[in-house]
């Protein structure tokens, strides 16, 4: 899923996937210690039945627009999403379970970087 150049275009996606399972794919890099580590995971999301009306009134915000195919599922967004299948901080742009694993094969563990 990439990022729509327009609401127009947007709008037709979503209606054309409105209650349909669609999937999006996150990739993400850890970098440490001058090594790279890119790995990637997916997840699946079933979009729910929503009216014109309540598309474009989530369309018309421009932070959901940036977003990879319009779909903030941490905010409005998930008020249109019926069921998330897989890592659900995969639906947000970034897995937390992945970057755990990421983070152990440096020997390094995610309560390292929590504020204490």
């Known amino acids: ?7 127009e275009s947007a709008a037709s996606w979503w209606w054309a996937h409105r209650g349909l399972k669609i999937m999006a794919v996150t990739g993400q890099c ?8 890119e790995s990637s ?3 699946a ?3 729910g039945e929503f ?3 309540e598309l474009g009134q ?4 421009d932070s959901v627009m940036a977003a990879a195919a ?10 249109f999403v019926d069921h998330v299948e897989g890592d659900p901080t995969a639906a947000i742009g970034l ?9 152990s094969l440096f020997g390094l563990g995610l309560l390292n970087f929590c504020a204490r």
Do not use: P
């Open 30 to 37: 850890v970098a440490y210690g001058g090594r790279y580590l």
């Open 1 to 7: 899923m990439g990022k729509f150049s327009n609401r």
């Open 95 to 103: 897995s937390v379970s992945l970057l755990r694993k990421q983070l």
């Open 51 to 53: 009216t014109r009306t």
């Open 70 to 79: 319009a779909l903030m599922v941490q905010q409005k967004g998930c008020f």
């Open 41 to 43: 995971v997916s997840v």
């Open 58 to 61: 989530y369309l018309a915000d």
């Open 45 to 47: 999301m079933v979009l």
